[in-house]
Protein backbone atom coordinates (compact mmCIF):
# COMPACT_ATOMS: atom_id res chain seq x y z
CA UNK A 1 0.00 0.00 0.00
CA UNK A 2 1.36 3.28 -1.00
CA UNK A 3 0.60 7.16 -0.47
CA UNK A 4 -1.54 7.70 -3.72
CA UNK A 5 -3.19 4.15 -2.86
CA UNK A 6 -4.90 5.56 0.29
CA UNK A 7 -5.80 9.28 -1.12
CA UNK A 8 -7.56 8.13 -3.68
CA UNK A 9 -9.76 5.59 -1.99
CA UNK A 10 -12.81 5.60 0.16
CA UNK A 11 -11.15 5.49 4.26
CA UNK A 12 -11.71 2.86 7.01
CA UNK A 13 -11.55 3.81 10.16
CA UNK A 14 -11.96 1.94 13.16
CA UNK A 15 -13.01 3.66 16.54
CA UNK A 16 -15.39 2.35 19.88
CA UNK A 17 -19.14 3.53 20.45
CA UNK A 18 -19.01 6.20 23.30
CA UNK A 19 -20.68 8.54 22.54
CA UNK A 20 -24.07 7.66 20.47
CA UNK A 21 -24.71 11.00 19.21
CA UNK A 22 -21.70 11.70 18.06
CA UNK A 23 -20.91 8.55 16.20
CA UNK A 24 -23.91 9.34 14.54
CA UNK A 25 -22.79 12.40 13.53
CA UNK A 26 -18.96 11.19 12.39
CA UNK A 27 -20.79 8.80 10.20
CA UNK A 28 -22.65 11.01 7.84
CA UNK A 29 -18.89 11.70 6.28
CA UNK A 30 -17.68 9.43 3.30
CA UNK A 31 -16.09 7.10 4.90
CA UNK A 32 -16.18 3.58 6.51
CA UNK A 33 -16.31 3.49 10.51
CA UNK A 34 -15.54 0.09 12.41
CA UNK A 35 -17.05 -0.60 15.87
CA UNK A 36 -16.12 -3.36 18.26
CA UNK A 37 -19.02 -5.62 19.88
CA UNK A 38 -18.87 -7.91 22.74
CA UNK A 39 -22.17 -9.82 23.77
CA UNK A 40 -21.72 -8.35 27.22
CA UNK A 41 -22.25 -4.82 25.71
CA UNK A 42 -19.75 -3.13 28.21
CA UNK A 43 -18.56 0.71 27.65
CA UNK A 44 -17.58 0.81 23.86
CA UNK A 45 -18.66 -2.14 22.81
CA UNK A 46 -22.46 -1.71 22.62
CA UNK A 47 -22.39 -1.71 18.32
CA UNK A 48 -24.59 -0.06 16.58
CA UNK A 49 -27.61 -0.49 19.23
CA UNK A 50 -31.19 0.81 18.46
CA UNK A 51 -31.42 4.33 19.24
CA UNK A 52 -29.33 5.68 15.95
CA UNK A 53 -30.43 5.45 12.44
CA UNK A 54 -26.82 4.71 11.64
CA UNK A 55 -25.90 3.59 7.78
CA UNK A 56 -24.13 1.03 6.00
CA UNK A 57 -21.10 2.22 6.43
CA UNK A 58 -20.89 1.86 10.45
CA UNK A 59 -19.88 -2.05 10.75
CA UNK A 60 -19.94 -4.04 13.47
CA UNK A 61 -16.86 -6.08 13.86
CA UNK A 62 -16.70 -8.88 17.20
CA UNK A 63 -13.64 -7.88 19.09
CA UNK A 64 -12.28 -11.22 19.13
CA UNK A 65 -11.51 -10.52 15.23
CA UNK A 66 -10.56 -6.50 15.24
CA UNK A 67 -6.67 -7.65 15.03
CA UNK A 68 -6.78 -9.44 12.10
CA UNK A 69 -8.61 -7.05 10.05
CA UNK A 70 -7.32 -3.83 7.80
CA UNK A 71 -7.87 -0.25 8.67
CA UNK A 72 -6.37 3.10 7.55
CA UNK A 73 -6.58 4.97 11.32
CA UNK A 74 -7.69 4.56 14.53
CA UNK A 75 -9.78 6.74 16.33
CA UNK A 76 -9.39 7.23 20.18
CA UNK A 77 -12.56 8.51 21.91
CA UNK A 78 -11.65 8.15 26.01
CA UNK A 79 -8.87 7.84 27.86
CA UNK A 80 -9.83 3.77 28.31
CA UNK A 81 -10.12 3.66 24.71
CA UNK A 82 -5.99 4.82 24.44
CA UNK A 83 -5.16 3.18 28.03
CA UNK A 84 -6.62 -0.26 27.96
CA UNK A 85 -8.91 -1.01 24.97
CA UNK A 86 -5.92 -0.56 22.59
CA UNK A 87 -3.82 -3.10 24.12
CA UNK A 88 -6.09 -5.57 24.69
CA UNK A 89 -7.98 -6.12 20.82
CA UNK A 90 -5.58 -4.31 18.53
CA UNK A 91 -2.76 -6.50 17.42
CA UNK A 92 0.96 -4.67 17.39
CA UNK A 93 0.66 -3.55 13.72
CA UNK A 94 -2.40 -2.00 14.24
CA UNK A 95 -1.35 -0.24 17.34
CA UNK A 96 1.67 1.59 14.69
CA UNK A 97 -1.38 2.70 12.62
CA UNK A 98 -1.91 6.27 11.91
CA UNK A 99 -3.85 7.37 15.23
CA UNK A 100 -6.36 10.09 16.31
CA UNK A 101 -7.76 10.91 19.67
CA UNK A 102 -10.84 12.69 19.99
CA UNK A 103 -11.14 14.72 23.44
CA UNK A 104 -14.97 15.20 24.03
CA UNK A 105 -14.44 16.78 27.43
CA UNK A 106 -13.30 19.33 29.28
CA UNK A 107 -10.62 18.51 32.44
CA UNK A 108 -12.06 16.88 35.21
CA UNK A 109 -9.34 17.73 37.95
CA UNK A 110 -7.84 21.11 37.90
CA UNK A 111 -9.27 23.12 35.02
CA UNK A 112 -6.04 25.04 33.58
CA UNK A 113 -3.05 22.59 35.17
CA UNK A 114 -4.58 18.86 33.90
CA UNK A 115 -2.14 17.06 31.51
CA UNK A 116 -3.35 15.37 29.05
CA UNK A 117 -3.58 11.26 29.00
CA UNK A 118 -2.28 11.41 25.46
CA UNK A 119 1.46 11.02 25.69
CA UNK A 120 2.47 9.91 21.92
CA UNK A 121 3.42 12.46 19.66
CA UNK A 122 2.35 10.46 16.91
CA UNK A 123 -0.83 10.50 17.92
CA UNK A 124 -2.86 13.88 16.52
CA UNK A 125 -5.31 15.18 19.34
CA UNK A 126 -8.94 16.54 18.19
CA UNK A 127 -11.15 18.86 20.42
CA UNK A 128 -14.64 19.48 20.42
CA UNK A 129 -14.51 23.41 21.26
CA UNK A 130 -11.88 25.94 21.33
CA UNK A 131 -12.37 26.43 24.73
CA UNK A 132 -11.06 22.68 25.76
CA UNK A 133 -8.34 23.15 23.37
CA UNK A 134 -7.85 26.08 25.57
CA UNK A 135 -7.87 24.48 29.23
CA UNK A 136 -5.88 21.28 28.51
CA UNK A 137 -2.38 21.04 29.00
CA UNK A 138 -1.27 19.52 25.55
CA UNK A 139 2.55 20.90 25.90
CA UNK A 140 4.50 17.98 23.66
CA UNK A 141 1.70 16.85 21.75
CA UNK A 142 2.27 17.84 17.99
CA UNK A 143 -0.82 18.06 16.19
CA UNK A 144 -4.04 19.76 18.47
CA UNK A 145 -6.70 20.58 16.26
CA UNK A 146 -10.04 21.83 16.78
CA UNK A 147 -13.43 20.36 14.96
CA UNK A 148 -16.23 22.03 16.17
CA UNK A 149 -19.86 20.38 16.18
CA UNK A 150 -21.79 19.05 12.98
CA UNK A 151 -25.18 18.02 13.06
CA UNK A 152 -28.19 17.02 11.32
CA UNK A 153 -31.80 16.90 12.26
CA UNK A 154 -35.23 15.59 10.87
CA UNK A 155 -37.53 18.54 9.38
CA UNK A 156 -39.01 20.18 12.51
CA UNK A 157 -40.22 23.40 13.02
CA UNK A 158 -40.03 25.24 16.40
CA UNK A 159 -43.55 25.34 17.97
CA UNK A 160 -43.15 26.68 21.33
CA UNK A 161 -46.71 25.81 21.95
CA UNK A 162 -45.70 24.82 25.70
CA UNK A 163 -45.03 27.64 27.46
CA UNK A 164 -42.26 26.07 30.05
CA UNK A 165 -38.34 25.92 29.25
CA UNK A 166 -37.22 22.20 28.60
CA UNK A 167 -33.76 20.63 30.11
CA UNK A 168 -31.91 17.51 28.28
CA UNK A 169 -29.16 16.61 30.79
CA UNK A 170 -28.49 12.47 31.26
CA UNK A 171 -28.31 11.77 34.99
CA UNK A 172 -28.38 15.46 36.15
CA UNK A 173 -28.61 14.89 40.01
CA UNK A 174 -25.57 12.10 40.13
CA UNK A 175 -23.04 14.41 38.23
CA UNK A 176 -23.84 17.23 40.78
CA UNK A 177 -22.47 20.37 39.92
CA UNK A 178 -20.90 20.28 36.99
CA UNK A 179 -23.58 19.65 34.99
CA UNK A 180 -25.16 22.26 37.08
CA UNK A 181 -27.85 19.94 39.23
CA UNK A 182 -27.74 22.70 41.92
CA UNK A 183 -28.19 25.75 39.42
CA UNK A 184 -31.63 23.93 37.91
CA UNK A 185 -32.98 22.74 41.50
CA UNK A 186 -33.42 26.44 42.01
CA UNK A 187 -34.33 27.79 39.15
CA UNK A 188 -37.59 25.23 38.64
CA UNK A 189 -38.93 26.66 41.74
CA UNK A 190 -39.37 30.07 39.90
CA UNK A 191 -39.46 28.66 36.40
CA UNK A 192 -41.67 26.16 34.58
CA UNK A 193 -39.06 23.48 33.70
CA UNK A 194 -39.73 19.79 32.59
CA UNK A 195 -36.20 17.29 32.59
CA UNK A 196 -35.60 14.78 30.25
CA UNK A 197 -32.35 12.58 30.02
CA UNK A 198 -31.23 8.56 30.82
CA UNK A 199 -31.62 8.81 35.08
CA UNK A 200 -34.15 11.70 35.37
CA UNK A 201 -37.08 10.52 36.55
CA UNK A 202 -35.86 10.13 40.19
CA UNK A 203 -34.95 13.73 39.83
CA UNK A 204 -38.72 14.92 38.93
CA UNK A 205 -37.62 14.70 35.05
CA UNK A 206 -39.72 12.99 32.58
CA UNK A 207 -37.40 10.54 31.77
CA UNK A 208 -35.26 9.31 28.42
CA UNK A 209 -36.31 10.37 24.66
CA UNK A 210 -35.11 8.97 22.50
CA UNK A 211 -32.49 10.93 20.20
CA UNK A 212 -34.43 10.65 16.83
CA UNK A 213 -37.45 11.85 18.52
CA UNK A 214 -35.92 14.02 20.99
CA UNK A 215 -36.14 17.34 18.24
CA UNK A 216 -39.99 17.06 17.67
CA UNK A 217 -40.15 16.70 21.41
CA UNK A 218 -38.35 19.66 22.16
CA UNK A 219 -39.51 22.08 20.12
CA UNK A 220 -42.91 22.32 21.53
CA UNK A 221 -41.05 24.00 24.42
CA UNK A 222 -40.56 28.15 24.74
CA UNK A 223 -36.92 27.40 25.30
CA UNK A 224 -34.20 25.39 25.75
CA UNK A 225 -32.28 25.42 29.57
CA UNK A 226 -28.57 24.60 29.87
CA UNK A 227 -27.80 24.70 33.38
CA UNK A 228 -24.36 23.12 32.79
CA UNK A 229 -21.54 25.35 34.60
CA UNK A 230 -18.38 23.47 32.98
CA UNK A 231 -18.21 21.28 29.79
CA UNK A 232 -17.93 21.17 26.03
CA UNK A 233 -20.38 22.74 24.22
CA UNK A 234 -23.43 20.55 24.20
CA UNK A 235 -24.84 18.12 21.11
CA UNK A 236 -28.21 18.69 22.56
CA UNK A 237 -27.80 22.29 22.17
CA UNK A 238 -26.90 22.47 18.73
CA UNK A 239 -29.69 20.42 17.74
CA UNK A 240 -32.21 22.79 19.62
CA UNK A 241 -30.88 25.64 18.09
CA UNK A 242 -31.49 24.15 14.53
CA UNK A 243 -34.94 23.68 15.66
CA UNK A 244 -35.08 27.14 16.05
CA UNK A 245 -35.42 27.56 19.85
CA UNK A 246 -33.92 30.13 21.80
CA UNK A 247 -31.28 28.55 24.24
CA UNK A 248 -30.96 29.99 28.14
CA UNK A 249 -27.35 29.19 29.16
CA UNK A 250 -24.84 30.06 32.21
CA UNK A 251 -21.80 32.29 30.35
CA UNK A 252 -19.69 29.68 30.70
CA UNK A 253 -17.10 27.66 28.34
CA UNK A 254 -18.01 27.98 24.57
CA UNK A 255 -21.52 29.33 24.88
CA UNK A 256 -20.06 32.79 25.15
CA UNK A 257 -18.65 32.39 21.42
CA UNK A 258 -22.21 30.62 20.55
CA UNK A 259 -25.33 32.86 21.76
CA UNK A 260 -25.24 35.89 21.80
CA UNK A 261 -26.93 37.39 25.00
CA UNK A 262 -30.28 39.10 24.03
CA UNK A 263 -30.41 37.60 20.12
CA UNK A 264 -29.87 34.25 19.75
CA UNK A 265 -30.86 33.43 23.90
CA UNK A 266 -29.84 34.67 27.20
CA UNK A 267 -26.22 33.98 28.66
CA UNK A 268 -25.24 35.10 32.06
CA UNK A 269 -23.52 34.25 35.28
CA UNK A 270 -26.11 36.01 36.76
CA UNK A 271 -29.08 33.04 37.79
CA UNK A 272 -31.37 35.71 39.00
CA UNK A 273 -31.32 37.40 35.66
CA UNK A 274 -31.43 34.05 33.45
CA UNK A 275 -34.91 33.25 35.87
CA UNK A 276 -36.03 36.96 34.94
CA UNK A 277 -35.27 36.34 31.41
CA UNK A 278 -36.45 32.53 31.45
CA UNK A 279 -40.44 34.45 32.62
CA UNK A 280 -40.21 37.05 29.95
CA UNK A 281 -39.89 34.55 27.31
CA UNK A 282 -42.84 32.36 28.73
CA UNK A 283 -45.02 35.45 29.13
CA UNK A 284 -43.73 36.61 25.17
CA UNK A 285 -44.26 33.76 23.22
CA UNK A 286 -43.20 36.15 20.05
CA UNK A 287 -40.02 36.89 21.53
CA UNK A 288 -39.19 33.53 21.97
CA UNK A 289 -39.65 32.97 18.19
CA UNK A 290 -38.39 36.00 17.28
CA UNK A 291 -34.92 35.08 19.23
CA UNK A 292 -35.43 31.42 18.08
CA UNK A 293 -34.98 32.15 14.54
CA UNK A 294 -31.22 33.85 14.98
CA UNK A 295 -30.36 30.89 17.44
CA UNK A 296 -31.33 28.51 13.89
CA UNK A 297 -29.51 30.88 12.01
CA UNK A 298 -26.46 30.71 13.90
CA UNK A 299 -26.63 26.69 13.79
CA UNK A 300 -26.81 26.36 10.57
CA UNK A 301 -24.26 28.77 9.95
CA UNK A 302 -21.64 27.18 12.62
CA UNK A 303 -22.89 23.42 12.93
CA UNK A 304 -23.11 22.62 9.52
CA UNK A 305 -22.58 18.50 9.35
CA UNK A 306 -21.19 18.53 6.03
CA UNK A 307 -18.18 21.00 7.04
CA UNK A 308 -17.99 18.58 9.88
CA UNK A 309 -17.82 15.47 7.68
CA UNK A 310 -15.24 17.38 5.92
CA UNK A 311 -12.82 18.69 8.84
CA UNK A 312 -12.90 14.75 10.33
CA UNK A 313 -11.91 13.41 6.41
CA UNK A 314 -9.63 15.84 6.32
CA UNK A 315 -7.51 15.22 9.95
CA UNK A 316 -8.00 11.73 9.12
CA UNK A 317 -6.50 11.98 5.87
CA UNK A 318 -3.81 14.31 7.01
CA UNK A 319 -2.84 12.14 9.95
CA UNK A 320 -2.60 8.94 7.20
CA UNK A 321 -0.27 11.21 4.83
CA UNK A 322 1.94 12.36 7.91
CA UNK A 323 2.46 8.74 9.34
CA UNK A 324 3.47 7.38 5.62
CA UNK A 325 5.80 9.89 5.77
CA UNK A 326 7.56 9.52 8.92
CA UNK A 327 7.95 5.43 8.37
CA UNK A 328 9.56 6.67 4.85
CA UNK A 329 11.79 8.66 6.83
CA UNK A 330 11.94 6.09 9.50
CA UNK A 331 13.15 3.26 6.55
CA UNK A 332 15.23 5.47 5.11
CA UNK A 333 17.48 6.06 8.04
CA UNK A 334 17.87 2.24 8.17
CA UNK A 335 19.15 1.61 5.20
Same mark, same amino acid.
Given at each position: ????????????????????????????? @???? !????????? =? /????????? &???????????? #????????????????? !????????????????????? =???????? &?????????? $???????????????????? +??????? =??????? &? *????? @? +? &?????????????????????? @?? *??????? @?????????????????????? #???????? !???? +????????? *????????? $?????????????? =?????? !??????????????????? $??????? /????????????????????????????????????????????
Amino acid at each position: MNEIDVANRRLRIFTWHIHGSYLYYLSQG @DYDI !FIPIKNEKT =E /GYYGRGETF &PFGANVIEVPAA #EVRNMQFDCILFQSERN !FLIDQHEILSDSQKTLPRVYV =EHNTPEKH &PTNTRHVLDD $PAVTLVHVTHFNKLMWDSAG +IERVKVI =EHGVCIP &P *VTYQG @D +I &PRGIVVINHIEQRGRITGWDVF @DE *VRKHVPL @DLIGMGTSGSGGLGEVLNPQLP #EFISHYRF !FFNP +IRYTSFGLA *VCEAMMTGM $PVVALATTEYVTVI =ENGRSG !FIDTNIEKLIENMNALIAD $PFLAQKM /GQQAKQVALEKFDIRRFASDWETVFRETIQLNFHNHEKENSIYQ
